[in-house]
């Protein structure tokens, strides 16, 4: 059997409490007899109280749990996605507390089993459906949960921070539209299961799964109907993923149709780069050929003077942190919404049938 707290508490004479008060307490005695339990236990090589176990007196194992819907390299490779994780970091780390990310995989019953099984303290739900199993689990855990998308219809004890979606894309819809195109074409990522790269049938927007995606296409549906554009008349093409390679990929199929359309709005700032891409590799000019819009502002789209939907990505992450740290009493106070602001860079121009 191997050296535990009893052995040291014997070998020098005091009580199991003293000794571990040694470790985590150690306000609680005298510097000499601190000295003089720590020394024993190296000279017996005993390795301090379990973490587990002293988390569980604790009440908490000092870890928020950060869920989303992708692989775990899509946390650092995503710029928005790290941006957000920084911010939430910074609200972390003064309380002594980790994130632990945790991707739900695509097998319903082992994602629900991700959540059961996280020894955390609390949760942040990032892009996650709210039609997803592992929402389920997470509401059976009866821990401190705060999303990171704004839900209008959340119940008055919920905690999210987000932006008004459908009211962004409204902006970027209305401002293509007033540049005269009329020939558009939208690229989103979807959670559907058929998630390959191809045009994908004109849909409602109150039809899809996942949160984000349905309000900003309905964003981009009320400024193309305030502006007399059919809804049945807009390209709508499946990105299988949020990357550059998928969006260069989707663009495919909305550049290389006939008659080509005058502008691309994409869902991401990472698919619009790759919008960018198969632009540059049909000889096309962002802005004079075919304009191009984006959502995040990521730092790359400043670089690419990419038109863009600006959201507090950092400042996101931060909130979040801070309602699960310290939520308010205050229910009006507990859902926060964030501004956003459309940054018109070179990538969008008016629309000219003269190059297509």
Request: overall charge neutral.
């Amino acid at each position: 059997m191997g050296t535990t707290l009893q052995t040291v508490a014997d070998a020098v004479g005091v009580s199991r409490s003293t000794v571990s008060n040694a470790y985590s307490r150690p306000d609680q005695l005298s510097p000499q007899l601190r000295e003089k339990i720590l020394e024993a236990a190296r000279r017996l090589g005993y390795p301090g109280p379990n973490p587990t176990a002293r988390s569980l007196r604790r009440g908490t194992v000092g870890a928020i749990g950060v869920l989303f819907t992708a692989a775990l390299p899509y946390a650092f490779a995503d710029p928005y996605a790290v941006r957000l994780l920084r911010g939430l970091a910074s609200a972390a780390e003064p309380r002594g507390t980790g994130l632990l990310l945790l991707p739900l995989p695509d097998d319903e019953e082992t994602a629900a089993g991700v959540v059961r099984d996280a020894v955390v303290d609390g949760f942040c739900v990032y892009c996650v459906p709210d039609r997803h199993p592992a929402m389920q689990a997470l509401r059976s855990r009866a821990l401190p949960v705060v999303r990171t998308e704004h839900h209008a219809d959340s119940g008055p004890q919920s905690l999210c921070v987000g932006i008004d979606e459908a009211a962004a894309t409204r902006a970027a819809g209305r401002h293509v539209a007033q540049l005269g195109h009329r020939r558009i074409a939208l690229i989103v990522t979807s959670f559907n299961p058929d998630r390959a790269d191809r045009p994908r049938p004109v849909v409602r927007p109150e039809d899809e799964p996942y949160d984000v995606t349905r309000e900003r296409l309905r964003g981009f549906r009320e400024a193309f109907s305030d502006a007399g554009i059919e809804w049945s008349d807009v390209t709508i093409v499946n990105a299988v993923e949020n990357s550059r390679e998928a969006g260069v990929a989707a663009a495919a199929y909305a550049l290389d149709q006939a008659p080509r359309v005058t502008a691309v709005l994409a869902i991401s700032d990472v698919l619009a780069l790759g919008v960018l891409e198969a632009l540059q590799a049909r000889g096309l000019r962002p802005g004079h050929d075919v304009s191009v819009v984006g959502f995040d502002d990521i730092p790359e789209a400043g670089t690419a003077q990419l038109t863009t939907v600006r959201q507090p990505a950092i400042e996101k992450g931060r909130i979040a942190g801070r309602l699960l740290f310290d939520p308010p009493a205050e229910p009006a106070r507990r859902q926060v919404l964030l501004p956003t602001e459309l940054v018109v860079r070179a990538s969008t121009g008016p629309s000219s049938t003269r190059r297509i």
